[in-house]
């Protein structure tokens, strides 16, 4: 009966213009990295959908709704894509406007001074499936003055619609892929 949730929810949704949408095409390595990062179980609200449009922002705008722990990315015609997220905690939150500077596959995370302070255990990693950045990273600048917020993937993503990350917005990995196959260096994004 593991599964009679995810069945009730699919029935609850059948009414609701949700539109599942199949997973972007993977390369040899991401399809071998994300093997070693197994997907977990998740409430189906937070799988990848097209919806309505909620935000009214721009098609190519993404938009994040930290207390619904979901990311938006504007499409045309009154539509978006839906990707259920990890949020900062209370204490490492981050609203505002940024622009994806930069985007990189399976990207090396070299955690800020500040992290390093709190954790003195975490340090420089390169990419890979062991590696929180996850399958794909796409770095925030404001004014062309880095963040250091990143939307990226995770290798927790059983924590995928919590509050628990230091305040990037993770992903599950098949879910970074197919956002980052969709968005442009230069796309604006907005945190509310």
Not at 92 to 120: H, L
Not at 139 to 144: A, F, I
Request: glycine share 8%.
């Amino acid at each position: 009966m593991r599964f009679a949730p995810i069945i009730a929810c699919a029935v609850l949704l059948s009414g609701c213009n949700f539109k599942a949408v199949p997973d972007p095409a993977l390369s040899a390595r991401d399809t071998a990295f994300m093997a070693l990062v197994p997907d977990a179980e998740f409430d189906p609200h937070f799988a990848r959908y097209q919806v309505t449009d909620p935000t009214k922002e721009q098609p190519g705008t993404i938009v994040i709704e930290t207390m619904e722990r979901q990311l938006y990315l504007v499409l045309p015609d009154g539509k978006a894509m839906r990707y259920g997220v990890t949020v900062g905690d209370e204490a490492y939150g981050w609203k505002g406007t940024a622009t994806v500077d930069r985007k990189a596959e399976w990207p090396a995370w070299n955690p800020p001074a500040e992290m390093i302070k709190r954790w003195p255990h975490v340090h420089p990693m390169q990419g890979g499936p062991g590696n929180p950045l996850g399958a794909r990273a796409l770095y925030l600048s404001d004014k062309g003055r880095d963040t250091l917020y990143r939307i990226h993937g995770t290798n927790e993503p059983e924590k995928i619609g919590q509050a628990a990350s230091s305040g990037c917005i993770r992903m599950r990995n098949i879910d970074v892929v197919d956002l980052f196959n969709r968005v442009p260096v230069g796309a604006t994004v907005i945190v509310r």
